[in-house]
């Protein structure tokens, strides 16, 4: 995300209009250092007019050798010979006037580009894991467990997460997290082939510090205008910049889910107790399989586990021929958290759902679980009167 920098308040919200939503602003150079110090994928700093000509050539210079990687934006209100020239030798990339908006987004886009020809197109070493969650039935938890596992994923701001909304004609997102978006992927229709980090970051929604969503649609009937090599790219694109992409889907194998899901690095599958969702589950692993849809990385996430309707979990795991990776007991707490607009992870952490939640989360991303049978992260929610349980898929 771009960084931009200016004392004056008024004079850095306007920058900050100017550049993708999401841009983190700052009123001093030692916060915006502070800043850089925790966010390596940084590629471009806009230095606002308001900051002291000397500061920001003495900023500009600094970084040219410490990150060569990030492109300085210098706005001034006058370009005279002097600040071109003394911007020029500090190694600016741009000097843009103050209100001109159109040529701070040009430098912003500029400064991404030479990123991505300095690390390659996939952002070097750089790529982010997308995590899909599925299932072929409506209703069984799908958005619920998304965004509960992105806000999980984020460790608290520590990691960089998106969330997408792939239930193009109806997707829920937003509303589970009380967003207004005002740009959804609607907005990069036609953009197949030009999408880019910049565009596609002032399409997102930021839900408080931690997660940036690409929101759905908001009418059904804009589904079928966005294609497979879109949502490719949306995916792609957003893997150079994020380190989890968690994908919500619709209950169906669309050609729009079925992209994301070839796309997919962990791929989370939501169960319920009953015997139509089972057999769609089990139609939906056997097809997953034939794909060859991330094999190996299938995660069976068994929603409202405790319901008493005559199937327990062990039923389930030799009905779909796999483990388990987590269980989730059916909660008003979940549903009151989700329509307060606090997903449960984050407004009860302690909460066993949370738990459990957390505890896939951990396992998505490839750390060390606590053993199976000790309480607390291990993924597999404890049922009454039994010590919580740790499944892996069988190979
Ligand atoms: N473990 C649970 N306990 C209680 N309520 C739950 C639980 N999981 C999900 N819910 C509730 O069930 C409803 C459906 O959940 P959700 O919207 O996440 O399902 P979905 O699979 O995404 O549905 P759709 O296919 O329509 O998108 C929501 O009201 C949600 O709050
Ligand atoms: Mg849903």
């Given amino acids: 995300m771009p960084a931009a920098v200016d004392p004056d308040t008024a004079t850095l919200t306007s920058l900050l209009s100017a550049l993708p939503s999401g841009s983190h602003g700052?009123?001093?150079?030692?916060?915006?250092?502070?800043?850089?110090?925790?966010?390596?994928?940084?590629?471009?700093?806009?230095?606002?007019?308001?900051?002291?000509l000397d500061d920001a050539v003495g900023l500009c210079e600094g970084l040219r050798t410490t990150r060569p990687t990030i492109s300085v934006v210098l706005v001034r209100h006058t370009l005279d010979t002097q600040v071109l020239t003394r911007a020029m030798k500090a190694g600016a990339r741009d000097v843009v006037a103050h209100g001109d908006i159109e040529a701070i987004g040009a430098a912003v886009s500029r400064a991404h580009q030479l990123y991505v020809a300095l690390r390659g197109p996939t952002g070097g070493a750089h790529t982010g894991r997308v995590v899909t969650v599925f299932s072929p039935k409506g209703g069984v938890g799908k958005t619920t467990m998304a965004v509960n596992l992105a806000l999980a994923l984020t460790q608290r701001g520590v990691r960089k997460v998106c969330l997408v909304d792939l239930d193009l004609a109806f997707g829920d997102v937003s509303i589970t997290l009380q967003l207004f978006p005002s740009h959804s992927i609607e907005h990069a229709i036609g953009s197949e082939d030009t999408l880019d980090h910049p565009m596609l970051e002032g399409l997102l929604t930021r839900h408080q510090d931690s997660l940036m969503v690409l929101a759905a649609p908001s009418h059904p009937d804009v589904r079928d205008r966005v294609s497979p090599a879109l949502i490719l790219r949306v995916l792609r694109t957003l893997k150079e910049t994020f380190d989890f992409v968690v994908v919500d889907t619709a209950p169906a194998f669309d050609e729009q889910t079925l992209t994301a899901l070839d796309e997919t690095d962990e791929c989370v599958v939501v169960a319920t107790l009953d015997v139509p969702t089972l057999k769609n589950v089990k139609v939906a692993l056997e097809t997953l399989e034939l794909l060859n849809i991330a094999r190996g990385h299938r995660h069976l996430l068994l929603n409202r586990a405790d319901d008493a309707v005559g199937i327990g979990a062990d039923k389930v795991e030799s009905i779909l021929g796999m483990g388990l990776a987590t269980q989730v007991a059916t909660s008003i707490d979940i549903a009151a958290a989700t329509n307060a607009g606090t997903p449960i992870v984050v407004g009860n952490p302690d909460h066993p759902s949370s738990i459990a939640i957390r505890g896939l989360a951990t396992l998505l991303a490839g750390e060390p679980v606590a053993p199976a049978g000790e309480p607390?992260?291990?993924?597999?929610?404890?049922?009454?009167?039994?010590?919580?349980r740790r499944f892996r898929i069988r190979r």
Wanted: proline fraction near 12%.
């Fill in 376 to 388: 607390g992260e291990a993924p597999g929610q404890a049922e009454p009167g039994r010590a919580p």
């Fill in 26 to 52: 700052v009123d001093a150079t030692d916060r915006l250092l502070a800043w850089l110090g925790q966010h390596p994928e940084e590629y471009v700093v806009v230095l606002g007019p308001y900051l002291d």
